[in-house]
C-alpha cells in the first residue's frame, strides 16, 4: 500500500458527486432507508452512478489496486470499491470520498462487507420509517460530503480517526506508519509486517480483509524485490561504469514511483542501510 491523495480539480469530480446531481442521489438514499426501516425491502443501488469515478481514481492509483498494489488495470478492469461498506453505511453508497480503485479479488473475495473498528461507528442521518417526505426533501443536500467543499472533507476525516478503522484507507492513513515488510528467500516471499507491535491489530485485519499476504501476492511482491535488490548489488559494485550505475540509479528510481508495482514495499527498503543487504533478510 502506498499513501494516495485525491484530485479535487474542478472538472474531474463527476457532477453525481456535487450539487444538485448529489442533492438528487442524497434523496434517493433518505428514502430507500426509510423504505427498508418500513418493509425491509434493501436498497437499489444505482451502480452506474459510482462507476463513472472509476478513470479518475484508476489515474490516481497508477492503475494499481488501493490495497495491494498490485497492477490491474491490463488483464482487470477492477472495481469502484466502497471503503464504508454501502450494505451498511448506506449514506455514503454515492460519496465520493468513500471510493478507491481496488482489484476484483481484494474487494470481492476478502474485504466483502468486513469493516472492523477500534472506534465508535460512523453514525448516518436520524432517518425513521415515519420520516416525512418534507423531512427527507429538508435534508436531501446534507446526505454524504461534497467532495470539493474542504470543510466537509475535514470533517469527515475527523470522523475517521474518531471511528479509527482498522482496515487502512491509503487516502486517510499512509500505509508506512504501519507496515513493514520481510522478505524471505527460501518461500520467494514478501510478507507485510506492523511496524510496532501497536499496529498488529491493523495487519491482523488487512490479512483478513485485504488478503495482504496472501500466497500469491507475497510471491508477486518478492519477484519485484528481488530484482530491486539485484540493482542495489550492482550499485555496490565500485567496478561498474558510470553509465551503468546512471542507468541502474534510474531504473531504482522508477521502481520506487508512485505508479509503481509494490513502489510502497520498495520505498521500505529504501530507507534501510544499503551498505549490509543481508540485514533486509
Keep these: 500500500m502506498i499513501f494516495l491523495l485525491r484530485d479535487r480539480t474542478p472538472g474531474l469530480v463527476h457532477s453525481h458527486f456535487v450539487g ?9 438514499l ?24 472509476k478513470e479518475q481514481l484508476l489515474r490516481e492509483t497508477g492503475g494499481k489496486c488501493a490495497y495491494c498494489e498490485a497492477s490491474h488495470d491490463v488483464v482487470s478492469y477492477g472495481d469502484v470499491e466502497h471503503y464504508r461498506p454501502k450494505s451498511v453505511y448506506w449514506w455514503l453508497a454515492y460519496t465520493y470520498d468513500n471510493y478507491l480503485a481496488s482489484c476484483q479479488l481484494c474487494n470481492q473475495q476478502f474485504k ?19 420520516s416525512t417526505d418534507e423531512w427527507i426533501t429538508s ?20 470522523n475517521h480517526e474518531k471511528e479509527r478503522p482498522l482496515l487502512l484507507n491509503p487516502y486517510f492513513d499512509d500505509p508506512a506508519s504501519y507496515l513493514s515488510w520481510s522478505p524471505d528467500d527460501d518461500k520467494a516471499e514478501v510478507r ?10 491493523f495487519l491482523e485485519a488487512m ?4 488478503g495482504i499476504n496472501r ?12 530484482l ?53 533478510l
Design 20 to 28: 444538485a446531481g448529489r442533492s438528487v442521489l442524497g434523496k434517493r
Design 30 to 53: 433518505l428514502e430507500g432507508q426509510r423504505n427498508f426501516l418500513k418493509t425491509g425491502q434493501k436498497h437499489k443501488w444505482l451502480d452506474a452512478r459510482w462507476k463513472v469515478a
Design 192 to 201: 507485510a509486517r506492523a511496524l510496532t507491535p501497536a499496529h498488529q491489530p
Design 215 to 226: 500466497p500469491q501476492l507475497s510471491r508477486a511482491r518478492y519477484s519485484t524485490f528481488a
Design 112 to 130: 466483502s462487507n468486513n469493516f472492523p473498528v477500534q472506534g465508535a461507528m460512523m453514525e448516518g442521518p436520524p432517518v425513521s420509517s415515519e
Design 228 to 280: 530491486y535488490r539485484t540493482f542495489r548489488f550492482v550499485l555496490q559494485d565500485l567496478g561498474i561504469s558510470e553509465a551503468t550505475r546512471t542507468k541502474t540509479l534510474e531504473a531504482v528510481e522508477r521502481m520506487v514511483q508512485p505508479g509503481s508495482t509494490f513502489s510502497g514495499m520498495l520505498r521500505y527498503f529504501e530507507t534501510r542501510p544499503h551498505e549490509d543487504l543481508s540485514s533486509w
Design 207 to 210: 490479512e483478513a480483509y485485504y
Design 139 to 158: 435534508q436531501q443536500g446534507q446526505v454524504g460530503l461534497d467532495p470539493m467543499n474542504m470543510d466537509d472533507v475535514a470533517k469527515h476525516a475527523l
